[in-house]
Structures are given as structure tokens and as C-alpha cells.
């Protein structure tokens, strides 16, 4: 669970020691609140009443969590305002804490009474969540917005399901991207304005990088970015790391391999440098040491704020044949209540459903609109970055919605960790971390009664 | 010696036996009082939580499910079979937290020493200098790792800068180590990194306890020393270390608890790289309990790892006073 739930909003906002001691903390409150009775569930049966653009109970104030620790924070914080400033009744208060504090927090939080009423959850995590009961179906809002698979993405809609009920309401995606520097592109003599789209130019960019001094494509062998640039790869070479019911692990198999042994040899090449630092490759970008960079599309924000920096994005080169592109997605959740409150639920479906809608000013945060009708307005189309990452939109892979299939991920990263940092051969690599991994994903299973 | 300067009070009591009661300076309850805070905390938050996960330790435990199975000794016997997922990260975890404790204790036993004594001698800028070597102690470890992941980042650091700015990278090829060194992403150097990083942060702390027992070592010693002709080197061996051999005790015991529970250095440097090398026993136990939430399968992990610490304690005890007797 660590790895694709710890988003960051900046390269450098991730302090996972934070997490490793506020969870510490959690631990303790856990001991503490002794055995901790499960919270009531409501459930999906609950009514789809009342409509959902205005709540006229008794005023209420709602408890916002996220992890919006990084230049994505004050988008999310002035849409918060904006809404308290249009509502009389509701008040809604956001804290915003780092993401892998906040999913260690927030069960212990939810068990105790004193969880937040809505939060935002990354959708592979989503199915951990609702099988741990720490979040609430939420078909009746879905229903109730009239929220319809037709108005999103079909993986993004669908990895919000868990067992036949919905969990999560998805706000945003947010793809892998291909960031390149115009500047070392023009000392090597490449088209700045043309950046390689296939293989052999790839490959090619990169040769005459090469000839110019400049490692172009600098492999991290680390969880971000390396992890969901190996993610892409072995998509794109037709592989999948997971069987569609997540039941098995599929990256020891040949695309893996071969989406790895082409990073890998990035290094043998001297395109890449070896033992990449963590967040070396972001900084490389800046700093005209490296062209490429395959990064999320949070990271734009990172980018605009260095001064004099010619760069551009485009969707990711197809390096394998399938065009293929790592993404995540931001979902909206309501937490089970200890003891449901009506007039809270109903104002928690206004708000989400309000945020929902005004999904364009949260695009500009560096975010893809999940609404298929808001990302195909004439408004996000003004956001030409965003609208560029919002290309691959048809392609984008995400991964399946397996409760716990975040421990299987540890061993992904450790495989990427090994064979980029040229300690072991790449299938070596991937295999015996596919046999840990398919220990874990068993044990899941019988825990979680799959 | 011991018997004249220790407990005058006493024998002045009884010698002059005026009163064969004792006067009563405090109620019945007054210490119970005094303790009652720490107390209160240490049964909240350790004793009531210890004896709650040995409880835990034998269920299939994650307090968001109703069921919590009991399972027996299954969570320790799955620690000693090859088959379970938990065998393998615990005990490499094991082996990291091992090879740093071995590693790093010498030196933060040592370093502080020689830096103590020097700072006990009587120089200018005697007090800043002290203040200098304990400042980085007060640091965060947060900030210690930031700052040296990038530090020490094998492409874009100062320090691989500065060998190729000073021209040390023929020595260093001359010496069969090959440039860029990277100091945080292979073996040994992501080790010999952390051990140099911690020891660099944490050795004031240590230095200031031998301060205060070497203030503590009566000058008399010294200079009977002296008469009787013994050189610097004699005086260290037969006057320092004995006189300082209860704080000896103390601190590596300390410092032993302490790099066997090292966990954000390797969280914030190598996060457990390369591959899964400096992930530490603490890494894998947050991991299993908070990030996997398999609590019961995480307790059993802590209390092995509280068994092997006390045996290591208790060598330690044994080793120190066993010279003692000598």
C-alpha cells in the first residue's frame, strides 16, 4: 500500500518517515481504544433522496481529509472556500496531512468516532478500504448526483466498484507523462518541438544525446518515477503485472522482462547514468543534465516554478508497441460513521457532488478532469498541458481493485530497486519478487475472504 | 574508603541513639504521589499496550474487522518457516538491523570518547566547541535524511562534486574504488554511509554523558598516577576507563537499543535500497502492522525482536561487569 497511495503532489514533499511515526502514533491510539467495535454501516439501501445541488437541513460542519500536501493543496483549499462561501448551512473544514499518513491515520480515526465525513481516496486503494470497512458504499449518491459509467472513464468508473457496490466518487486521473527539456534537446541537435514518439527515434534521440555529452533518459531505479515508468513499459509491451482478477502475478513473465532489460540497458547504453538518486532524475530535468523525464502530471507545477526553463510535455513514447500509460485517480469517499447522521450524509453528497463539478479549477492543480464532460470542454482545453497528458486518456492502465494488492507492490519496487541498480538480472529480479508477491496476494485472499 | 564518605547520616543515626525511631520526613504515599504522572503514562502507554499485544500477537488481528481469528502460535511459527510471506522480509530485516548495530556501535562508543576527553581538556573556545559537536544532535532525523540523501546522491551531490572538483577521483580509481562513488545506492557504501551519517549526527549525545563521567574522576587519581610515573597512555588504560566504567555500561547499552531500532535514516536515504538491503527490522514490523495492517503477524515480530535485544542487553551487562570481577 505504500507505494502508489504516497502520491506526491511535489518530488520533494514525500517524507514517508512522517507516516512511519504518525502511524507509530496510530498504534498507540489502537492499543488504547482497546477492541474497538466496527462502525456502523448504513449501507447502499439508504435513500437516493434528497436532490443533491442544495441541502436545506440544520447546519452542519463536515471534516475534509487529503493529502494534498503539495502545490495541488491550495487549488483544493480555494474550492473549499468557495463552497462554504455559497452554502449557508454547511461548513466544510480540511486538513491536510501527507497521503501515506493519512491512510495509516484514517482507519484508527474512522474506528474511533473521530474520522473525517468525507475524505479522498486513490483508487487502488479503494478496495482495501471498503473490505476493511473503513469507507462507505456510496451508490445512493452516485444515484443521486446521477453520476453515470458513461460520463467517465471506463477503468477509472469501474475500479470504484468493490463486490458490486460503489466506494469511490472519481475526481480526477492522474497520468505518467513524457517531460523533456527543449534546451539539451537543441545542444544535441534534436527538434525541440518534435520529441520522439516511437522506439527507434527514442532511441535514436538518445544516441545523439549520447554524442553530445548528455545522459538523455536518467532510469530511476526507485518507486517514484521509476516504478510507474516500468509499470507503463511492461503495459506497453503487451505484459500486465497482474491477472485482471488480481489472483496472479503476471510480471515475471516475457513483456516484463523485456520492459525492464530495455531500462536496464539504457544504463549499459550510457543513455542513462547508474545509481540514480531518489528524485535525481526530476532534478536532472531542471538542471539540463538529463532531456527526458517520465513523471506524473502533478510535477508540472514543480516545473513552472523554475525559472527560465524551456520544457514541454507530450503523452509517453510508445517504446513497446501498445500504447499504454501508468495513471492513478483521486476518488471522493464518505467514511462509515459510528453513528449515521442523516443531515451529514446528505451534506456530504452536496459537497462532493458541488467539487465534482467544478472539476475545471481543480484541473488546473495539474490533474486530468475524471468527467468525461468536463474534460472534453472548451475550458480544460485552454489547460494545454493538462489537456496534452489528457490525451492518452484511452489508454491509461490502473491497477486492479484487489483489496491489499498494495503489499504486492513492495515487491515490484524492490525488482525495479535491484536489476536497475545493476545488483541482479532483470528476470532474476522480477521472478523471485513474483514469488514473494504471489505469497502475499494468497494471504490476502484468505484474509479478506475473496 | 567507600565505608567513611558513604552514609554518614545513617551512622550518625544510630551512633547517636537518641531515638530509635527514625524521623518521618513524608507520608505513607508521598512516593506513589511523586510517581504517579510517569506512571500513569508508562501504564497507558507501555505496560497496557505490551501486554495487549502478546494478546494480539495470537490473533489474525486488523481492528477494522469484527472477526479477529485466533491463531495460536501460527504468527511466531510462520517467523521460522520458509514458506510464509513473513519469513523472509523479517528476518533480512533482522540481518540489516544486525549488520548497523555491529557496525555503528564501536564507533559511537569510541568517537565520543576521544572527542570527550579532548573537550575535557582546558582550551580556548572549550565551550563552543562542546556546543559545536552536540549541535547536530538536535536536528531531526527528518532533516539529517533529506540532507543527506541529497548530500551524498551519487549523480547530482556535493560530495562526489567536491572529489571530482579536488581531483581526488585518480587516487580513489588508484585505490580500486571506481568514481562516481555511489554512496547511497550500492553495498557496502549505502552502510558505510548510514553508520558515518549517524554516528556524525548522534555522537554529542554520547559525548556529553562521558563528559560528565569523566568530570566525575576524582583529579587525586591523576596525579597519584603521575607520581607513581605512569605515561598518558597508562593514565587512560588505568585511570579513565575503570572510572568510567559504570558509564561505559550505560552507554553501550543505550546505544545498542538505540542503532537496533535505526529506522528513518534508512527510511529517508535509501528507503530500504539497494534492493531491500537497509530495510530495518522497524521498517519491516510498520510495514506488516500499519501498512499491511497484519497487526498480529507485526506483534509477533516485536516481541522477537524484544527477545533478541534483551539477550544482547544482558551479554552487554554480563561483559561489563564481568571484567569487574577481574
Redesign the interface.
Known sequence: MNRLDAIPAHPLSRRRFLTATAAVGAGALLSACGGGSSPANPGASAPAEPAADTYDGPSVELEFWNGFTGGDGPFMKQLVDQFNAEQDAVSVRMTVMEWADYYSRLPAAVTSGRGPDVGIMHLDSLSTNAARNVIMPLDDVATALELDSSDFADAVWSAGEYKGQRFGIPLDVHPLGFYYNKTVLEEAGLDPEAPPMDRASYEDALEALKSAGISGHWMSPHAFTGSMTLQSLIWQFGGSLFSDDGTEVLWDQDPAIEALTWMVDAIHDGYSPSDVGQDADAIALQNGQAAFNWNGIWHMNSLNEVPDLEWGVAPLPNIGGTPAAWAGSHNFVMTTPRSPDDNKLNAARVFINWVSRQSVDWAKGGQVPARTSVRESAEFAELTDQATFAEQVDYLRFPPAVPGIGDAFEDFDQALNEAVLLTKEPADALRSAAERAAKKLEENRNRFGE | MATTTMSPGRSARTTDGGSPRPIRRHAAWTPYAFMAPFLAIFI??VA??AV??VWMSLH?W?????VKPFVGLQNYLNLFDS???AY??FWNGMRATAIFTVASVPLLMAVPLAMAILLNRRFPGRTFFRAVFFMPYVLG??VV??LF??V??????IVNAAISALGLEGALNALGIST?I?W????PWAWISLVLMTVWWTLGFNTIIYLAGLQDIPRELYDAAKVDGATGWQQFRHVTLPGLRNVLLFVVIITTLASANM??QS??VT?G????STRTAL?VI??E??????MGSAAAMSYLLAVFLSIVSILNVLMVRGRRRR
Open positions: 497507558t502507554f497496557v499496550p495487549f499485544g489474525d486488523d481492528y477494522m474487522f469484527e514458506a510464509s510471506a523472509q522480509s532525523v527528518a535524511g533529506l540523501r541529497f551524498l546522491d551519487p549523480n547530482i551531490g562516481p555511489p547511497i545506492t550500492a553495498q529506522f528513518g527510511v529517508m528507503s535500497g539497494p534492493g531491500d521498517m510498520l510495514g502492522g500499519l501498512e499491511s495492517f497484519r
